[in-house]
């Protein structure tokens, strides 16, 4: 395998800081922190040494977050794949109530997902006057500017719309993050192999993408991407990882030095560990878990160098910092046909996914229950475990809630402030009546207590409520049975009766809050 130099790309890096009115006065009177969202790709909670005795992957740095951290052991995405997940931790909202009626994933040339006017976490951090920047991955898609503007209903309508052709990349996109509250952004449209293969920098490509993936294979010995890929000159996978962590580091830098009186939110969208799988050299061979392992252990490198930065600049103390992951691993047991899908765990004993039954898509816990680590040291106080039941929605209600902000009517509708659990004040078993979990293809599941529904036959929420659409359904009690391996549905019929009915009344209302 031929890699290319480790080189850091070097790019003007221009914040667009906003100035921003004075943020409302926090309720103790206490100065606002700085915030940092970190978001792994595709990681399980078995990838974590401190979250799994057994697992093959050393991971020190995420170790040590984890002893300094309140640990979320009941934390879930808002949905099994990439665009849902991360819909919801910008939104505070189920991805299943937008256009696409379902918890499917997005190309990046089908156009913004996020509906115009809708508030982020982004927009609420910026309004309280905080430094806003996103690294990393996007995946919300962007609304580029078309060659043929024929094709714009197509692309609103069609989520895997893929002619590059018709996109003009020598114009920024028309609607971006920096149109949800991201006064600075650098990362790519999607995962690391999909297209554009590019740096977009606020909303434009640093370099037009020009090259095909055989071209690529030619300058390069190998493209770890697709056979379809429009390709950036200089953007390769062995320099991608490596510049989003130098870009994140840069933003935290540059905030607090150029303004240190206001704070920063930062949301370091990774892009480790979903494939392709290929660490950088120096990571090669790290860990006892293959080249997935290895690919870890780069992450975890790369974390610590953010925590280190925050120690450097003196701000840990007052910086509020999540760490988790957008889903769950990927089931790389069946094999794929592409080259740079790899990395098999199980083969070395190590099993991503921890006690968890199930994989990234899916339904079953292993597809959704991800590592969720919060530190504040001024705060929190570090080495507890908490098992109360949280989802992605609930991370804008709480920081709107330690802001002292409150939320309209038509935000975060699917969210509820965790910060009582953060403090020790409550931990219940949920600040939820319940939530809700939903498969790619559009099937959806209930989790209220510890009790847990499976709905199968609704594809999407039409359906739900279509009561000619044939149902069937598998109840597990996830205190008694995580690997939810019995199906006890049979010997609660009342208790599926009423899941089923929420699901309903949640998808009518338009919310899932009172």
């Not at 290319?4 to 100035?19: H, K, Q």
């Not at 078995?46 to 979250?51: F, H, I, P, R, S």
């Amino acid at each position: 395998m031929m890699r290319s130099p480790f080189v850091i790309l070097a790019f003007n890096f221009t914040l667009l800081l906003f100035s921003a009115s004075p943020a409302p006065a926090v309720a103790d009177q206490s100065p606002r922190p700085n915030v940092v969202i970190i978001l792994a790709d595709d990681m399980g909670l078995g990838d974590v040494t401190a979250l799994n005795r057994q697992s093959r992957i050393p991971t020190p740095h995420l170790d040590k977050l984890a002893r300094q951290s309140l640990v979320f052991t009941d934390a879930h995405a808002a949905g099994s794949y990439c665009v849902p997940s991360r819909y919801g931790l910008l939104t505070g909202r189920y991805m299943w109530r937008t256009r696409l009626g379902s918890g499917g994933n997005l190309a990046n040339f089908a156009g913004t997902l996020i509906e115009p006017g809708r508030k982020t976490v982004a927009n609420l951090m910026q309004d309280a006057g905080y430094q806003t920047g996103l690294v990393g991955k996007w995946h919300q898609g962007l609304d580029w500017k078309l060659h043929d503007e024929s094709e714009r209903e197509q692309i609103r309508v069609d989520p895997n719309y893929q002619n590059f052709k018709n996109i003009d990349f020598a114009f920024p996109a028309l609607k971006g993050p920096k149109d949800y509250g991201f006064a600075y952004s650098f990362g790519t449209a999607g995962s690391a192999e999909m297209n554009p293969a590019a740096f977009i920098e606020n909303n434009r490509v640093t370099v037009i993408p020009t090259l095909t993936t055989k071209q690529a294979k030619k300058i390069h010995g190998e493209w770890f991407g697709r056979d379809d890929n429009i390709i950036a000159e200089g953007y390769t996978m062995d320099r991608l990882v490596p510049t989003l962590s130098h870009k994140a580091c840069e933003f935290v830098e540059t905030a607090v030095r150029t303004k240190p009186d206001q704070p920063f939110f930062l949301y370091y969208a990774m892009t480790t560990p979903h494939n392709p799988i290929v660490p950088n050299q120096e990571f090669v061979g790290k860990s006892k878990a293959g080249t997935y392992g290895d690919f870890i252990v780069e992450l975890d490198h790369h974390v610590g160098r953010l925590l280190s930065k925050l120690d450097e600049l003196d701000i840990a103390d007052n910086t509020l910092l999540f760490f988790t992951s957008d889903n769950g691993p990927v089931d790389r047991t069946r094999g794929y046909p592409q080259r740079w899908v790899r990395g098999d765990t199980q083969i070395y004993g190590h099993d991503s996914t921890g006690d968890c039954r199930g994989w990234k898509g899916g339904l079953e816990e292993g597809g959704h229950r991800v590592p969720f680590l919060v530190r504040w040291p001024d705060k929190i106080k570090p080495g507890e475990r908490c098992s109360t039941t949280i989802v992605f929605n609930d991370v804008l209600p709480t920081l709107a809630e330690i802001l002292n902000v409150k939320l309209d009517s038509n935000t975060a509708e699917d969210g509820v402030s965790f910060y009582p659990a953060l403090t020790g004040a409550a931990r219940p078993v949920s600040f939820h009546k319940a939530i809700i979990h939903n498969h790619h293809n559009g099937t959806f599941a209930v989790r209220q207590g510890s009790d847990k529904l499976m709905i199968k036959g609704p594809k999407t929420i039409e359906e739900v409520l279509n009561e000619r659409v044939p149902v069937t359904f598998q109840l597990y009690d996830l205190d008694q049975d995580i690997a939810e391996s019995t199906d006890v549905a049979d010997k609660h019929p009342e208790k599926v009766k009423q899941m089923h009915a929420l699901l309903k009344q949640y998808v009518k209302a338009g919310r899932s809050t009172d």
